[in-house]
């Protein structure tokens, strides 16, 4: 009996909880609450979408879709535009021209992707606007990067104290030419075996004394080197 009566108290609670707490319109249109279509509709439309930008600015966004902004939706640079798109004379969209706004996305953070274009913003041009040198709408740059430190600079300032500081990066990557022109489309090449490794640290490899050596038959199973020496700080093991 006793037991009885706590379900039906807590049978009790939970019908009344329900009708205080749950929306009327819960459960209409499956689980959703049905006015929120609504509310949602009824608040102001502030973005225009990179359709409405198009119509009006075709040579832009054609030169947009071929450069490596192609992704990029313009409101994200020039801020909400349904004003703009409704009156075009009337209500100009935002032209960032300072610095920061394109270190939103271009300063050097070291979580960023590898390879994904960055600068230390006292150091690159400073007290220039970025748009003296690159076209916001095709950002390549004026000039190809000669070295791979333009954006790999957190890997070259490891390896510039390692063992492996002297090492060309070509010594173990085969880097497409076009790779520093479109860096994403053409992808360098990394060693894929413990062989190649070996050419310099096997026991019988043609290299220089002071070389570390080790016997690739023995040496860590089936492990290949880099799952346990980074390769341009190989002393962190």
């Avoid at 023995?218 to 980074?230: E, I, K, S």
Wanted: aromatic share 6%; proline share 9%.
């Amino acid at each position: 009996m006793r037991l009885a009566i706590v379900f039906a108290v807590l049978l009790a609670a939970l019908v009344t909880a329900r009708k205080l707490f749950v929306p009327k319109t819960f459960g209409q249109m499956g689980h959703y609450r049905a006015a929120a279509l609504d509310f949602i509709s009824a608040q102001p439309v502030n973005y225009a979408g990179t359709a409405a930008c198009i119509e009006c600015h075709p040579d832009v966004a054609e030169t947009k879709n071929k450069s490596f902004h192609r992704g990029l939706a313009c409101e994200v640079c020039h801020g909400a535009a349904a004003g703009h798109a409704a009156d075009p004379a009337g209500v100009k969209p935002q032209i960032p021209r300072e610095r920061g706004t394109c270190l939103f996305c271009h300063e050097f953070l070291p979580s960023r992707p590898t390879g994904f274009p960055q600068i230390i913003e006292r150091l690159h041009n400073t007290m220039q606007p970025c748009t003296q040198c690159h076209q916001p709408h095709d950002p390549t740059p004026p000039v190809v990067p000669s070295t791979c430190a333009a954006c790999h600079e957190n890997i070259v300032r490891i390896k510039s104290v390692s063992h492996h500081s002297r090492l060309e990066c070509e010594t173990c990557h085969e880097v497409p030419e076009k790779h520093r022109e479109n860096p994403r489309l053409f992808l360098p090449k990394k060693p894929t075996d413990r062989e190649f490794c070996g050419k310099c640290h096997a026991t019988d490899a043609k290299s220089a004394k002071e070389i570390p050596r080790i016997d690739l038959a023995t040496h860590g199973g089936r492990l290949v080197c880099w799952q346990c020496h980074y390769p341009h700080y190989p002393e962190a093991s």
